[in-house]
Nanobody, 127 residues
Framework: QVQLVESGGGLVQAGGSLRLSCAAS????????MGWFRQAPGKEREFVAG????????NYADSVKGRFTISKDNAKNAVYLQMNSLKPEDTAVYYC????????????????????WGQGTQVTVSS
């Protein structure tokens, strides 16, 4: 059983930056495909960024390409999301998720294919 804990959310002005962290424990998370999702009020949970367990494949949603960067540190069992040039439309609860079945070069983009979820961290971008 893998536990995921997000941190790093907060309130920031438009154009600012935040770095989200996801700490994994309780399993061999370094072999999991990891993803970041977000959910704004009244909207469905959407894929933001994902990284394969090998680290060789990375995908981003079009809305965040060029602004967000996902990375992982296997030694720390952690995944990060560096968010730059934040916009008010980035406001949402951000979730970290892990998929235990994907191959080493696969990034999973569908929420219901993830086995484990964190509790979420709120990101609010003011205009």
């Amino acid at each position: 059983q893998v536990q995921l804990v997000e941190s790093g959310g907060g309130l920031v002005q438009a154009g600012g930056s935040l770095r989200l962290s996801c700490a994994a424990s309780g399993g061999t998370s370094r072999y999991y495909s990891m993803g970041w999702f977000r959910q704004a009020p009244g909207k469905e949970r959407e894929f933001v960024a994902g990284i394969s367990w090998s680290g060789r494949t990375i995908n981003y949603a079009d809305s965040v390409k060029g602004r967000f960067t996902i990375s992982k540190d296997n030694a720390k069992n952690a995944v990060y999301l560096q968010m730059n040039s934040l916009k008010p439309e980035d406001t949402a609860v951000y979730y970290c998720a892990a998929n235990s079945l994907a191959g080493p070069y696969i990034v999973v983009v569908t929420p219901n294919e993830y086995d484990y979820w964190g509790q979420g961290t709120q990101v609010t971008v003011s205009s």
